[in-house]
Each structure stands twice: as C-alpha cells, then as structure tokens.
C-alpha cells in the first residue's frame, strides 16, 4: 500500500518562503518519476515541478528560479522548497509518484494535498 503525505503549507506574506514535504511510504522505487503539481478552485491542476528517473529536475516557466525540487531517499520524502512566493502561487500544493501514461495527469499515486496561501 502507497501513501503520500503532504506538509509544510500555510499563509505567507508575498516574498516569503515555504518548504514542502512529501513524506512515502509503500513500495515506490527510489529513482520514480515523482512531482508536484497545483491546483486553484475552478481550474485544472497545473505541473509544478518534477524530479526524472535520473534525478534531473523539471520546472513550470512560472516557477523557474523560485521553487526547488528535491528529494531525501534516506528519509523516502520528497520537497518542494518555494522562494519569492507570489499570490498567483497560491493553491493546493499536491505530490505524486510513479509515472503512468493511463492514470490522471499521468501519475500513479497521489497525497492529499496542502494549501499554500500567499497574500
């Protein structure tokens, strides 16, 4: 049984920061395709940024040279640190793991989610 959890959201002033954490648990490979994505109410979840096979990092335009993507194998999580926050960066933050073409957004396993509120 996989299971994400998320952590580390809350409210933040504009040019703040924030850390995320998505903690694993269950039979997920440490060199999975993992992820963060977004959503904000009344629009489609959005990538964020996601960490290859190989470990090679991939970021949305709008996040590019503000937000990290990393993860501690040692300790099976997953984060996602977040600088020079931004309103338009508020939404529910979630993770997900495990590369499937035929599952939503094309991830296997998803956590539940944490808001992140910049104002």
């Known amino acids: 049984h996989v299971q994400l959890v998320e952590s580390g959201g809350g409210s933040v002033q504009a040019g703040g920061s924030l850390r995320l954490s998505c903690a694993i648990s269950?039979?997920?490979?440490?060199?999975?395709?993992m992820a963060w994505f977004r959503q904000v109410p009344g629009k489609e979840r959005e990538g964020v940024a996601a960490l290859d096979s190989d470990g090679s990092p991939m970021y949305a335009d709008s996040v590019k040279g503000r937000f990290t993507i990393s993860k501690d194998n040692a300790k099976n999580t997953l984060y996602l640190q977040m600088n020079s926050l931004k309103p338009q960066d508020s939404a529910m933050y979630y993770c997900a793991a495990v590369r499937d073409l035929t599952a939503p957004d094309g991830y296997k396993y998803w956590g539940q989610g944490t808001q992140v509120t910049v104002s």
């Open positions: 269950g039979d997920v490979d440490t060199d999975s395709c």
